[in-house]
């Protein structure tokens, strides 16, 4: 069941951010934000593929752990701590490139900014928690993690429909 919850996590993460691309471009014909919104969706790029190699730790981890005689437990052990440790990393920088995005779709004018705050204060809440320390068990993560997902899809609503 974890691999058919992390294979959906991946697709849907994956369609987040090929829409968030998509957001870019049309919203980069302002120059002046051209550059945060870039490296926003950079950062985008590198936290999802970070957080993908969390995800292939907790499961190599899981294989480990299910060795006979409980001979892999300490290299279960290694993989999920690595896990962890990617896993904090990745998020702030996924957050990171939400925050860059939403405070350039503010500051350009060509988009809702009331969603384009909300998008900047999950994005930032998203840094804080991992910064924090055991992010997994930060309760303050439901806001970016929900909220971001919200404002994602109706950014996505929006952008569609302005077609």
Do not use: H
Not at 60 to 71: D, R, T, V, Y
Not at 84 to 96: K, M, Y
Not at 124 to 150: C, F, H, Q, R
Request: cysteine-free; overall charge negative.
């Amino acid at each position: 069941m974890a691999k058919i919850s992390f294979l959906i996590l991946d697709v849907g993460l994956l369609m987040s951010v090929i829409g968030f691309r998509y957001f870019i471009v049309g919203m980069n014909s302002n120059d002046s934000v051209s550059n945060y919104s870039s490296i926003g969706g950079m950062l985008l790029i590198i936290g999802i593929s970070v957080v993908l190699g969390e995800q292939f730790l907790y499961g190599a981890a899981a294989e480990a752990a299910a060795m006979p005689g409980g001979a892999g437990m300490g290299t279960a052990a290694a993989m999920w701590a690595g896990g962890q440790a990617l896993g904090a990393g990745g998020t702030a920088v996924l957050f990171a490139g939400y925050a860059l995005i939403g405070i350039a779709a503010f500051l350009s004018g060509a988009f809702n900014k009331i969603l384009a705050i909300l998008l900047a204060i999950a994005g930032i809440i998203g840094i804080a928690g991992p910064v924090s320390g055991n992010y997994t068990e930060v309760a303050i993560m439901i806001i970016p993690y929900l909220g971001g997902a919200i404002i994602t899809l109706l950014i996505g609503i929006l952008t569609l429909r302005s077609e």
